[in-house]
């Protein structure tokens, strides 16, 4: 991999993995990650961007044990505002919270969600290019039993209980692909779709008009990496998403869902329809989220001849 990009399509905590593994096992100056918006919320007057910001501290090494937030943080401002009686029930370390507010700052002076990422990013040492799906606004909103919930609501407040009854990306009709995006997607030897859940994150990517007939119109190979090992999800509420979509929860499932899209795929179970890579899909360490890089843009690059 020496001439072009890698492009991924992440959303949370297994597309930024692979993201970072990519990075490790190619180089970051040949990395783009386009990644999923729809979980942005305003709260504590900045705006918060929780995928974008995930794949970037990732990227610069700086992600916190957690899975999220920067290594190291404090959060005496989230401790200052329940003294003060506010109800906090989404938490944000105190740097955290800074590059929100320094984010919000910057959209209010005109820039562009994307060009404030990149400003960010490069603050922090961040290589590789993170880059939102789209500038306009797009909003997940779920509904389980209780009624309908903007998507951090529905994770946080309600716990991602219940079963999932419906799911809307609100304002994607109206949303457009950002440049960044599509001269990335048109420039990619490979493109890769993240272990994310596919219809909570990369969905939202999906839904925006453009990258879905990008991707397809895209020279390169497109490959999905399963977010299901033996049966079970890696991470997060996949399970509830593809109940609702009634679709299997296994590999070919998520080859359902990603349909005509996809040149390949994989996954610790073989999808007859499909070429598949058959391996341990797990990121738990390092070497792991290296290895299964490598597997994977090796298994792209054969699809390519």
């Not at 997607?185 to 493109?191: E, F, K, L, N, Y």
């Not at 996949?238 to 979509?245: E, P």
């Not at 073989?270 to 598949?276: C, D, E, K, P």
């Amino acid at each position: 991999m020496t001439a072009a990009e890698i492009v991924v399509l992440s959303g949370g905590t297994g597309g930024a993995k692979l993201v970072r593994g990519m990075a490790d096992a190619a180089g970051p100056e040949l990395v783009a990650a386009i990644v999923n918006t729809g979980d942005d919320i305003e709260i504590y007057g900045a705006h918060v961007s929780p995928d974008p910001d995930l794949v970037s501290f990732w990227l610069a090494d700086q992600i916190d044990e957690r899975g999220w937030g920067l290594r190291g943080d404090t959060f005496a401002v989230m401790d200052a505002l329940r003294g003060l009686g506010e109800e906090v029930w989404f938490n944000l370390g105190d740097r955290d919270l800074a590059w929100c507010l320094r984010r919000s700052r910057m959209l209010a002076e005109g820039l562009s969600p994307t060009a404030a990422l990149e400003r960010l990013g490069a603050a922090i040492g961040v290589r590789g290019r993170v880059l939102p799906m789209s500038d306009d606004p797009v909003r997940t909103w779920v509904r389980n039993p209780t009624g309908w919930h903007p998507f951090q609501e529905f994770m946080i407040r309600e716990r991602a209980e219940g079963i999932v009854e419906g799911l809307e990306f609100r304002g994607a009709e109206q949303a457009a692909p950002s440049e960044q995006a599509l001269a990335a997607i048109a420039g990619a030897r490979v493109i890769i779709i993240g272990p994310s859940n596919p219809l909570a994150s990369i969905a939202p990517i999906l839904a925006v008009p453009g990258i879905h007939d990008a991707l397809l119109a895209a020279d390169a190979p497109v490959v999905a990496v399963s977010p299901i090992v033996g049966g079970e999800t890696l991470k997060g509420p996949t399970a509830s998403f593809m109940a609702f979509a009634a679709l299997d929860l296994n590999a070919d499932g998520v080859a359902d869902f990603y349909g005509e899209l996809l040149d390949g795929m994989v996954a610790d179970e073989n999808v007859g329809r499909l070429a598949t890579l058959q391996t341990d899909t797990r990121m738990h360490d390092a070497s792991s989220r290296a290895a299964v890089a490598e597997q994977t843009l090796g298994f792209a690059e054969g699809l390519t001849g």
